[in-house]
């Protein structure tokens, strides 16, 4: 089957809900997007909100706080809202990868494997149905003699050390307190919760998710998603390969990729929308599905303007489905900086501003382009 890119990125915007349209809980496209980033909770509330006709700020903090989405260090390291059950699947092959017994990674952090898997255990005793602010997590644990030189590392706001005991299921993300981050278990957090599965029984799980909204892709993007390429590539074949049927290899204009085989009808189907407008935010899931690496997305002489320093990834305009510039608010103005200097179709991009607006709670901006 041969496709184009402008078929994928016409499919994949109504995949990923961001063509406008649909009235849709926030469960439902945190389970779509196989996650929202959020690192900076304000861009994940963004990231949903902008996906719903009717955007409602700040809708994502009760599902938090209410385990129909659970917080945790997933996809890349990084902190993610995630559905329950595809937390599960990830948190399980991230883990597979083992990263905490490799040596550079015990020579950064300063704990060996067994020091890893006794802070497991004893997290998971600590945690046991209770709710702890991070300072309360680290003083029940350097309590024990044992865990006391790890004090400093442990109480780090970039949670390195905490990270393996997140992808072998032994603590997530509480509900926020203030500005307390907080810790808790996923089975007091998560009604139903059933552990980590196996990662052979997880890999069809995520695969398909993954596929699902950010297809078609290959085995190499799916692991440069889910762990910055961490896994063995034989395993990660291997996990593709025996999905079998359930995937379609496609041709886009050269690359060869896999699409569900459920929605190959559907993608061959599809018209392209060349001109469609759209603002998304900062981290938005649009462009780290596929990556900022991937070229036909977003052009490689503007990778820069996109992801920035300390892992920054700016909000970002899209016209018909490829990113073309970036924007920012100051005040009551939002600024768009497209790429070649072209200007967007002014009613489209007024609109896109309006919905920026609705989903942050603002009254309305007024749109300058560069």
């Given amino acids: 089957m041969h496709l184009t890119w402008d078929q994928v990125f016409t499919w994949r915007l109504r995949r990923q809900y961001v063509t406008l ?28 909100a902008l996906r719903r006709r009717t955007p409602e700020p700040g809708a994502l903090l009760p599902e938090l706080a209410g385990g129909t989405v659970m917080k945790t260090w997933a996809m890349r390291g990084t902190l993610h809202a995630l559905a329950p059950e595809l937390a599960a699947a990830v948190l399980s092959l991230i883990g597979s990868a083992r990263t905490w017994e490799k040596p550079t990674w015990q020579r950064t952090f300063g704990a060996s494997p067994a020091e890893v898997a006794a802070l497991v255990d004893a997290v998971s005793q600590v945690l046991d149905g209770v709710v ?31 990270k393996p005991l997140a992808w072998q299921g032994a603590l997530c993300h509480g509900p926020a307190q203030g500005n307390r981050v907080t810790f808790t278990s996923p089975s007091h957090l ?25 297809g078609p892709a290959t085995p190499e993007s799916f692991d440069a998603w889910l762990s910055r390429n961490s896994l063995k ?18 041709d886009i204009a050269g690359r060869r990729s896999y699409v569900l085989t459920e929605h190959a009808d559907e993608l061959a189907a599809t018209e392209p929308l060349c001109t469609s407008v759209h603002l998304l935010g900062a981290f938005d899931q649009y462009v780290l599905g596929p990556g900022t690496g991937d070229t036909e997305l977003l052009p490689a002489a503007h990778r820069a303007r996109v992801s920035r320093a300390a892992g920054w990834i700016s909000p970002i305009l899209v016209i018909g489905g490829r990113i073309a510039g970036t924007w920012e608010i100051g005040g009551n103005d939002l600024s768009v900086t497209t790429f070649d200097g072209s200007l967007p179709p002014t009613r489209d991009l007024k609109a896109a501003a309006d919905h920026v607006a609705a989903a942050i709670g603002h009254s309305g901006f007024a749109v300058h382009v560069a």
């Avoid at 849709?24 to 861009?43: N, P």
């Fill in 21 to 48: 349209g649909v009235d849709i809980g926030v469960t439902e496209i945190v389970e779509r997007l196989c996650g929202v980033q959020a690192q900076v909770t304000a861009a994940a509330d963004l990231a949903v």
């Fill in 132 to 162: 702890l602010s991070r300072d309360e997590l680290v003083d029940a644990l350097v309590a024990d003699p044992a865990f006391h030189r790890l004090g400093a590392e442990l109480r780090s706001g970039w949670g390195a050390l905490l």
């Fill in 190 to 214: 998560i009604r139903g919760w059933r552990g980590l599965p196996d990662p052979d029984a997880a890999a069809p799980v995520a695969i398909t998710a993954y596929l699902g909204a950010y």
């Fill in 233 to 250: 590539k034989t395993v990660v074949r291997r996990w593709f390969s025996e999905l079998g049927e359930v995937l379609t290899e496609v």
